[in-house]
């Protein structure tokens, strides 16, 4: 069992910053993300945690030791890579075994082991196959195993699920959070899928070009992000956000898009200038009394509900609704936004702090 | 653009029977997606169509024309592939006026360079026109390749998965620019994907199919409020619908042999005891993962639920659909 602390953490390749300066705590058990956009630092910042690469500047860590020079086979971690990385020419129980082999395990030792980490992973049946033969999702399970199987105090994965389809995916993201709730190890994992870190998370780091953008449990992240990077990168579709000349204080609670009043909530902060109104797509609703009107120019059915995308003097707005709701492209009708959901940012990218959202900027 | 129609079609690779005595019509300007696993036989759909393939059994239609003993180039489709195979060492405009400069075209010089400007413009490639094809991202090369396909004038556009390889921002952009292409030309589209949010959002029908049959064709609407099938219903909806025994809620009609119920179809707050054994919080929603009489089902709620697991919450099912032994919807 492990807690991690990253402090001031900083990776340099040559004149390429990888990492600047990243500082955030994982808790012991905790199943934490790290997300963002390839070439953002995700994996570096893994391979740093793991000791594949060394940082440049910057303290790790693991229980209280501080092991940020040590090597790998120093600290005790398991990694499981995307592609796994299987012995073809040895079967199921000779792959899983093979760690504690190494490390000098006697053998009656290391089959009970190898039996007991087989039955959580359910694949007893497969123990005397070749992994040669093995289904994608059945080769993903026995690399969990050679990882699992070392009892390692942490768990460090690099987008384990990315090489599978969609459906399959679902199903081993289900299975991989079970899996980490009955051991109970803390977990460490990289993915650029926004959803999936939503899904399986405890908490999520996100990060955009070498920085942390912020840190926190996915609801907050999703309902009060801190940059409008996060507020594109997280959610599906992406929050809405729509540029207005405009002035914020202490105490405003409306802003004026195109000539129409609009509430928000209280702000704490100022900002005046090119400013970001952002809102949720099912925190719109189609309203024909509102005053911020938009013309339907694509529908999108998803069963419960649908994507309405309106042209609206401030540019394209997207709206989740119920999929009862009648809508005819090329129709104009008012938009309302639920006040208590609104982010404004300022033009640097960064929210404005309101009585909304100022318990999770101010914590996270 | 046409209609086109399969009348009968089965095709064999081998001892492997790929499609079975497939009939389905295409209606003129219709957007059809045809859904379903690796297997299922939809890209062998789209081969006969395309003359790419010969069919074992049957015919291929387009535009009311017997399709039998015509080469590809003489069918008159476009098609677009997963994989952008663009010509490398040729710009993106040399790439686009491709397919026009065919011997069997003819095309006047003016309405070659007037109609790869129109379509450039419509997928906000213009400014890229003269870069080699080589020096784009991955989604404008398929941008690029979709042009290509659009500055034909064909029957019908055949598109086997064009956007699966695309990030998903821009496979969600692209399937709104892809969907108002497709209504502004009229143009007749038969479309291959695994994705379910691809079919649900673009088409106007969808085929389902399963080991190379089709089960079910219609709107998407039709095909989640009425599935015909426990594997027709699995093909859309997420959270996946959740099948269970007729009875385990209570008197089930004659016949039933599963329940099946989307979250949609699961009351919560009346009823009977279950337990919350997960939650997650996906932003816009809540996904609820519950244990009721030591069964798994799925539902979602309300995104600020208080709801955390090992709480207990009552649950009953709201219309839902009954399915036989076999499989098939019989409420």
């Known amino acids: 069992m492990a807690q991690i602390v990253i402090k001031n953490v900083r990776k340099e390749f040559g004149a390429f910053t990888a990492v600047q300066s990243s500082s955030f705590t994982i808790e012991d058990g905790e199943f934490f993300m790290l997300l963002g956009p390839s070439g953002c630092g995700k994996t570096t910042t893994l391979r740093m945690i793991a000791g594949l690469e060394l940082p440049t500047s910057g303290e790790i860590y693991i229980n209280g030791e501080e092991v940020s020079q040590k090597p790998a086979s120093k600290r005790d971690i398991a990694f499981v890579f995307q592609m796994f990385a299987l012995y073809p020419h040895m079967n199921v129980r000779k792959n899983i075994s093979y760690p504690l082999v190494s490390q000098g395990m006697p053998r009656d030792q290391v089959r009970a082991k190898v039996d007991e980490v087989a039955g959580i992973l359910g694949i007893t049946r497969l123990l005397d196959k070749p992994v040669g033969g093995l289904s994608g999702g059945d080769r993903q399970r026995v690399a969990l195993g050679r990882a699992i199987v070392r009892d390692p105090a942490c768990f460090l994965m690099d987008e384990p699920l990315g090489a599978l389809d969609a459906e399959f995916r679902e199903r081993m993201a289900l299975e991989l959070r079970a899996l980490h709730d009955r051991i109970g190890a803390t977990t460490v994992y990289v993915t650029h899928d926004q959803l999936e870190a939503m899904q399986m998370g405890d908490k999520i780091v996100v990060m955009n070009h070498g920085v942390v953008e912020q840190f926190g449990k996915p609801q907050q992240i999703y309902d009060w992000p801190a940059t409008t990077f996060v507020a594109r990168f997280i959610g599906s579709p992406a929050m809405n956000l729509l540029d207005f000349d405009g002035m914020v204080g202490n105490g405003t609670d409306h802003v004026w898009l195109a000539d129409t009043r609009v509430q928000v909530p209280r702000m704490i902060s100022g900002a005046s200038g090119t400013l970001t109104f952002g809102v949720r797509p099912e925190h719109v609703r189609l309203d024909d009394a509102a005053g911020f009107r938009g013309r339907i120019t694509a529908t999108e059915y998803l069963g419960t509900t649908q994507i309405v995308t309106l042209d609206t003097p401030l540019g394209p707005v997207k709206a989740r609704c119920g999929s009862q709701i009648a809508v005819r492209i090329g129709d104009t009708t008012g938009l309302g936004f639920d006040p208590r959901s609104i982010t404004l940012f300022a033009d640097n990218g960064h929210a404005l702090l309101s009585v909304a959202n100022q318990k999770v900027l101010q914590h996270g | ?331």
């Open chain 2, 1 to 331: 653009m046409a209609e086109v129609r399969l009348h009968d079609i089965s095709k064999s690779f081998g001892a492997q029977t790929a499609l079975r005595d497939v009939s389905m019509t295409v209606p003129d300007g219709a957007f059809v997606v045809l859904l379903g696993p690796t297997g299922a036989g939809k890209t062998t759909m789209l081969r006969l169509v395309s003359g790419l393939d010969r069919a074992s059994a049957g015919e291929v239609f387009i535009g009311g024309q017997s399709m039998a003993g015509l080469t590809p180039a003489q069918r008159n489709v476009a098609m677009v592939f997963q994989q952008y195979s663009l010509y490398p060492h040729l710009t993106v405009r040399e790439n686009m006026e491709f397919p026009l400069k065919s011997p069997l075209l003819k095309t006047p010089r003016a309405e070659i360079t007037r109609k790869v400007a129109e379509v450039a413009e419509i997928l906000q490639i213009s400014h890229k026109l003269d870069n080699k094809a080589t020096a784009l991202s991955g989604g404008e090369m398929q941008r690029v390749s979709i042009g290509r396909a659009l500055v034909r004038d064909p029957a019908v556009y055949l598109m086997d998965e064009p956007l699966s390889s695309l990030d998903a921002k821009l496979r969600a952009d692209l399937r709104v620019e892809l969907k108002s292409i497709q209504a502004n030309l009229g143009a007749t589209f038969l479309y291959v994907t695994h994705d379910q949010i691809e079919a649900m959002t673009m088409a106007t029908h969808v085929g389902v199919l399963d080991q190379g049959r089709l089960v079910q064709f219609g709107p998407p609407r039709e095909i989640y409020e009425r599935p015909v099938s426990i594997y027709a219903a699995g093909r859309l909806g997420q959270p996946h619908i959740n099948i269970l025994p007729a009875g385990l809620f209570g008197a089930a009609p004659h016949g039933a042999a599963h329940i099946g119920l989307r979250p949609e179809q699961i009351e919560q707050g009346a009823g009977q005891d279950s337990l919350v054994k997960r939650v997650e919080h996906l932003g816009d929603q809540t996904r609820l993962h519950l244990s009721f009489k030591n069964h798994d089902l799925t539902t979602v709620t309300d995104a600020h639920t208080s709801l955390k697991s090992g709480d207990i919450v009552k649950i009953q099912p709201l219309r839902p659909f009954y399915f036989d032994a076999a499989g098939i919807r019989i409420v």
